[in-house]
T-cell receptor, first 113, second 115 residues
Framework: QKEVEQDPGPLSVPEGAIVSLNCTYSNSAFQYFMWYRQYSRKGPELLMYTYSSGNKEDGRFTAQVDKSSKYISLFIRDSQPSDSATYLCAMRRGNNYGQNFVFGPGTRLSVLP | KAGVTQTPRYLIKTRGQQVTLSCSPISGHRSVSWYQQTPGQGLQFLFEYFSETQRNKGNFPGRFSGRQFSNSRSEMNVSTLELGDSALYLC??????????????FGPGTRLTVL
């Protein structure tokens, strides 16, 4: 079993829809959680960073963390064609610096006009 | 503030050759990590450097190596290239100032094609 699993997609939604992207993880040592957006042929871009259970909102994006269930989600409200990209969840153990980040495989999202 | 820069952006090499990729982190960032991204395997961690020392390493063969200079710039080297090394190589930098706030910012990547 991989440390981080992510819905593979691809996911296609109409413009204006609410999008839900999800990751599960197996290691309870993960304490810090991130969502990245990656456009085709570009490097990943940091969208959200959270470290506690609950919700964090930033504009149209809401990151949700449930540490008891080892489950994180990213919600996109009023989705736009410009949101079409691959979304990667990432997480890191929290005890010291010498720990690498672990990424999910990514979910490709297409928002249709 | 300028972002992470990587050079070159594209490379074409043949099997058996070696290649060196370069990464300049965001100003003030002390940690540089390298990743390999392929359609089949996703983002896979290669190694991380901090203060010119490798402090974390992924599961890649010894053909993959790196180093970091005193100005935090980093290079990655792949020797004896194989067809399977064709990938997007991403560099990410982080401030590494506090464990609770440390996160990574990525460069645009170097796309390596091995023929």
């Amino acid at each position: 079993q991989k440390e981080v699993e992510q819905d593979p997609g691809p996911l296609s939604v109409p413009e204006g829809a609410i999008v839900s992207l999800n990751c599960t993880y197996s290691n309870s040592a993960f304490q810090y959680f991130m969502w990245y957006r990656q456009y085709s042929r570009k490097g990943p871009e940091l969208l959200m960073y959270t470290y506690s259970s609950g919700n964090k909102e930033d504009g149209r994006f809401t990151a949700q963390v449930d540490k008891s269930s080892k489950y994180i989600s990213l919600f996109i409200r009023d989705s736009q064609p410009s949101d079409s990209a691959t979304y990667l969840c990432a997480m890191r153990r929290g005890n010291n610096y010498g720990q690498n980040f672990v990424f999910g495989p990514g979910t490709r999202l297409s928002v249709l006009p | 503030k300028a972002g992470v820069t990587q050079t070159p952006r594209y490379l074409i090499k043949t099997r058996g050759q070696q290649v060196t990729l370069s990464c300049s982190p965001i100003s003030g960032h002390r940690s540089v990590s390298w990743y390999q991204q392929t359609p089949g395997q996703g983002l896979q961690f290669l190694f991380e450097y901090f203060s010119e020392t490798q402090r974390n390493k992924g599961n890649f063969p010894g053909r993959f190596s790196g180093r970091q200079f005193s100005n935090s710039r980093s290079e990655m080297n792949v020797s004896t290239l194989e067809l399977g090394d064709s990938a997007l190589y991403l560099c990410a930098s982080s401030l590494a100032a506090a464990v609770s706030t440390d996160t990574q910012y990525f460069g645009p990547g170097t796309r390596l094609t091995v023929l």
